[in-house]
């Protein structure tokens, strides 16, 4: 997958504004989150190259800051084994659509829950039965792209707990992460003690040995050229046909609003139609050996009417280029088994204290300007301060 190069503006609602997001189907937002992801887990060299180029100026603030390598980052993402790619989840996308909009809500970031609740929790009581579980949090991004740019660099975080959510490293594709749900939720700063937003963003990403094998991928129309979906080109209604070369059996969805779509499919060589109107848009060969494959379809590329090997069960198709300048926040927050990202508005002077737990892995951070409540640095449970990052041993 490819990356756009141009700047993408978005508008912000004020709380009083918003609309709760379905979690049946991603919405533009969650499908670019989606995408995103997967280009992470399905072409890390493109999502290399598309972290380091058209870095804005608050980005870099934010690296220089927090003394990011960021050759090494690079380096780290680009030499990453490909995963498969995750399937959406509505699920997953409920619990972390209520994080997002609890933290906005709410005004803090953590992986506790204003009620007291765990990332685990709330997977749970949404009826995900997980075999393993991770979630990214990031309540101080300026979009969607910039929460990604937060969890990849993961700066503020010493073991990068959200960029192993994201690329997995060391982990089998057998073993890794098969779903994802997605939680967006867009917001004014408020006057005051808190600031977050405008953007606040959960990942919940989760395994089950009972996942069926999905075709994953977005149909939508390159408008802007870019090689890459960008909100709004999304192509809904679209009949997307998996005919197996060796049964004969075909099995069809329809693409969402967003343009995503999947489809559970056993075993097998494919022949994948994607159509509308009647109208074939193309055709691809893809070969199904028990993982998540990804297919993504633009209607604005010609078929040739010739069907092309195309899919295969770790790498998206669709070519890599270069990557959209985006506006930095400040630190994430992660959790394995459930992780999350923290940030502020703009750089800021840092304090980092390990917790003593010998169960867990736990670093907050608290900046110098910090009008919240006070931070113990004795603490034991820092999740519900300034920035938190929790890691759940094995």
Not at 132 to 150: K, L, P, R, W
Not at 258 to 274: D, E, F, N
Not at 322 to 343: D, F, I, L, M
Not at 350 to 379: E, L, R
């Amino acid at each position: 997958m490819a990356r756009p190069t141009s700047r993408r503006t978005l508008r912000f609602e004020n709380l009083e504004d918003r609309q709760l997001l379905s979690s049946a189907a991603p919405n533009n937002d969650q499908q670019l989150a989606l995408q995103l992801i997967n280009m992470a887990r399905t072409t890390p060299q493109a999502a290399a190259q598309w972290l380091t180029q058209n870095v804005s100026s608050e980005v870099k603030n934010t690296l220089k800051h927090y003394n990011v390598d960021v050759d090494a980052v690079k380096s780290t993402i680009a030499s990453s084994r490909p995963l498969p790619p995750v399937a959406w989840n509505g699920d997953l996308a409920e619990a972390a659509q209520q994080h997002s909009q609890d933290m906005a809500d709410n005004q803090y970031q953590s992986h506790t829950g204003s009620d007291g609740s765990s990332s685990d929790d709330r997977i749970k009581a949404a009826g995900y039965k997980a075999d393993s579980t991770g979630e990214n949090a990031f309540a101080y991004a300026n979009s969607v792209d910039n929460a990604m740019q937060a969890f990849l660099y993961d700066w503020g975080v010493a073991d990068a707990g959200h960029r192993r959510n994201l690329i997995q490293p060391g982990v089998a594709p057998s073993d890794a992460f098969t779903d994802v749900g997605v939680g967006v939720v867009k917001t004014s700063a408020r006057p005051g003690g808190g600031k977050l937003g405008p953007v606040v963003v959960t990942q919940n990403f989760g395994s089950r040995s009972d996942a069926p094998t999905q075709l994953v991928g977005v149909v939508y129309d390159d408008k802007n050229g870019d090689d890459f979906y960008t909100p709004g080109e999304g192509k809904g209604g679209v009949s997307i046909d998996a005919t197996n070369l060796d049964t004969g059996k075909t099995q069809s969805a329809k693409s969402w609003d967003s343009g995503g779509y999947q489809i559970p499919l056993a075993k097998g060589r494919y022949q994948v139609t994607a159509s509308e109107n009647s109208v074939v848009i193309k055709q691809v060969d893809v070969s199904v050996t028990g993982q998540n494959v990804a297919q993504d379809f633009r209607t604005s590329e010609k078929w040739d009417g010739r069907s092309l090997r195309s899919a295969t069960p770790v790498v998206s198709t669709t070519s890599a280029t270069k990557a959209e300048p985006v506006r930095a926040a400040s630190a994430p927050v992660v959790n394995v088994s459930a992780p999350t990202p923290a940030a502020a508005p703009k750089p800021v002077s840092v304090t980092v204290t390990p917790s003593t737990s010998t169960n867990d892995k736990v670093a907050f951070f608290a900046p110098a300007d910090w009008k919240g409540p006070k931070i113990d640095p004795t603490s034991k449970n820092p999740l519900a301060d300034w920035t938190t990052w929790k890691a759940k041993a094995d």
